[in-house]
């Protein structure tokens, strides 16, 4: 190490020289220098060598990150965490850094007018489309709202002067007036994580003063109407793509403040998410059939040969329905849930006795040390304390996640009930102090704790992916379900007779109610798992595929698909190295 430090480096962007001895990477690679003075790093852990690319380009060799350097699989789990967090840590420094940059320059010559004193221009819609110098028509597109503002006061331009060198007294008092306004008008605070929020003030500092908000009237007439216009035609923009890539058709069932029971039509597609209908069903006997008239009548609205997919729940009269929109639509694939489904087998495992126990335990815990002021109070007061009860993405999911974060408490609550404060309280001798005190210092406790979180992490995860709104979860199901089982007989060590009852319960709601072929072929021509070493191999899953390939409306060349799938295997037996 010390060679390396006092032989000349190559520079660049990341220097070694820049960053020294200091650099962590740096106890983890030997250094030598060939005949062109160019470095050589070899790892210490797989002993493989690298030329030049510096220290930090090490560091993703280490991490594991692959497209800068080849990865290290022999690399400790410790250290691989360690590089990735300083890797996040050093990208979100040069972000800042940028945004710092950019903050600081090119000021003058937007606020140069202003300066000078000129008079701004005035707010106005851009020009309609018309035949420029050479003869080209310009683009037509959607117009957005923030090309009718003045272009310093778009989200992402810079400040004015005037903005610049406002006194902080001058904005403390507009935005007091916002959160006055806010508050006297009961406004929720998180609205002001909305996207209309800033360019709605960046539209006010663009008129200027004098500026006045909108009435009554004109709100709940006018500018509605405006508004309905807007997301009508929005909706439009997503029908043009139904028919080009399919879509997704949900029902969404739920019972509101009045008690009356809905059913919300939703419909997806990589376009977009759009909200067709809302049925109220309080009043309907939601029997197979009625239930099948009402999707059928959606159905033809959307276009039965652009939906691919239907959503219901997992009730017995919409499974009932499902199956009668696959005789009358041939081109269309029934599936409950995956959300629901998911909650019902972590109802069913929170159900199994020594679960149902273990969480009754920790419910006691946690309500003695809510229903004590003075021993919470002593809680908060510790280091990196956060509470216990946190909501989860389902009731049942909640009891799961309630086991999580006891566990994470458990430092906090053992040093709670052997401390002086508690043991010399009186509410320490009662009844339900000894239980809590006797559960808190049982060891066999949070072995079943640590134990029952591991055990459902994976359907957790699966819970809040299929759950989420980011990115579509058909593809992940098959392979977070089998994720799943494979953990449960891991934490079991393969023992079937510990297993059985846990994985049972996954068999029965993932084999007799969620699987579908579409599960199985999005698992398939997923690259992520399909290009993966844990890829699981199965018949059934190309079966799946090729059922899929029999539908003329899915698939009208069911050859040249083949082919397809041919060359998409072929890739991968080149990426494993079996074809040369």
């Not at 055990?455 to 799943?484: C, H, N, T």
Request: with cysteine; hydrophobic share 40%; glycine share 4%.
């Amino acid at each position: 190490m010390e060679q390396s430090q006092s032989n000349p480096q190559p520079q660049d962007s990341q220097t070694d020289s820049s960053r020294g001895k200091s650099d962590p990477a740096w106890q983890y690679f030997t250094v030598k220098y060939d005949k062109n003075n160019k470095a050589q790093y070899t790892c210490i852990f797989c002993l493989n060598t690298y030329n030049g690319g510096g220290i930090y380009r090490m560091k993703y060799h280490l991490a594991k990150i692959p497209g800068q350097i080849k990865i290290c699989n022999k690399v400790t789990e410790d250290v691989e965490l360690q590089f990735k967090r300083l890797l996040e840590e050093n990208k979100k420094n040069k972000a800042e850094k940028r945004k710092y940059t950019a903050d600081c320059y090119d000021v003058e010559s937007e606020t140069q007018a202003e300066e000078e004193g000129e008079a701004p221009n005035p707010v106005q819609p851009p020009a309609p489309a018309t035949m420029g110098d050479k003869g080209k028509r310009r683009a037509i597109a959607a117009t957005p709202i923030g090309s009718y503002f003045k272009e310093r006061t778009t989200p992402g331009s810079q400040p004015a002067l005037k903005s610049v060198l406002a006194s902080k007294q001058v904005k403390h008092k507009v935005k007091l007036g916002l959160a006055r306004w806010i508050i006297d008008a009961r406004i929720p605070f998180n609205a002001i994580q909305s996207p209309y929020f800033q360019p709605a003030l960046d539209g006010v500092a663009a008129i200027g003063p004098g500026f006045k908000g909108p009435s009554y009237d004109e709100m709940r007439v006018h500018l509605l109407a405006d508004l309905k216009k807007e997301c009508q035609l929005l909706v439009e923009g997503y029908r043009s793509s139904w028919k080009r890539t399919g879509c997704t058709l949900m029902a969404d069932g739920w019972t509101d403040q009045r008690q009356r029971t809905l059913i919300n039509f939703l419909v997806y597609c990589p376009a977009g998410m759009s909200f067709v209908k809302s049925v109220d069903a309080s009043d309907m006997i939601k029997t197979a059939d009625t239930l099948f008239k009402l999707f059928a009548e959606v159905i033809e609205w959307v276009g039965s040969s652009n939906i691919v997919h239907v959503v219901t729940d997992n009730a017995a009269n919409y499974v009932s329905t499902g199956k009668l929109i696959q005789e009358k639509y041939p081109n269309i694939f029934w599936s409950p849930c995956a959300a629901h489904c998911i909650n019902l087998i972590l109802k069913d495992i929170a159900s199994l006795p020594h679960i149902a126990d273990l969480a009754s335990r920790a419910s006691k815990v946690t309500i003695f040390v809510y229903n004590h002021m003075i021993f919470l109070s002593w809680l908060r007061k510790r280091k990196e304390w956060k509470e216990i009860v946190r909501p989860g993405v389902t009731r049942f999911a909640t009891v799961f996640i309630t086991l999580k974060s006891i566990y994470d408490h458990k430092e906090h609550l053992q040093a709670l009930v052997v401390d002086k404060y508690f043991t010399s309280h009186k509410l320490s001798k009662s009844v339900n102090g000894k239980m809590v005190s006797s559960i808190i210092l049982d060891s066999k406790f949070w072995e079943d704790c640590f134990t029952t979180v591991m055990l459902v992490g994976p359907l957790i995860k699966l819970l809040r992916l299929v759950d989420a709104d980011e990115k579509p979860s058909l593809g992940i199901v098959y392979a977070g379900m089998q994720r799943a089982k494979l953990n449960i007989k891991t934490m079991f060590r393969n023992r079937k007779s510990a297993y059985t009852p846990h994985t049972s319960i996954l068999k029965m709601w993932w084999d007799k109610h969620l699987k579908r072929d579409l599960h199985a072929a999005a698992y398939f021509l997923n690259p992520d798992y399909f290009y993966s070493e844990g890829f699981v191999e199965k018949a059934n899953i190309l079966r799946s595929l090729l059922d899929l390939f029999d539908i003329e409306t899915l698939c009208d060349d069911s050859v040249a698909a083949m082919q397809e799938i041919q060359l998409y295997q072929i890739e991968k037996e080149v990426l494993e190295g079996k074809v040369h």
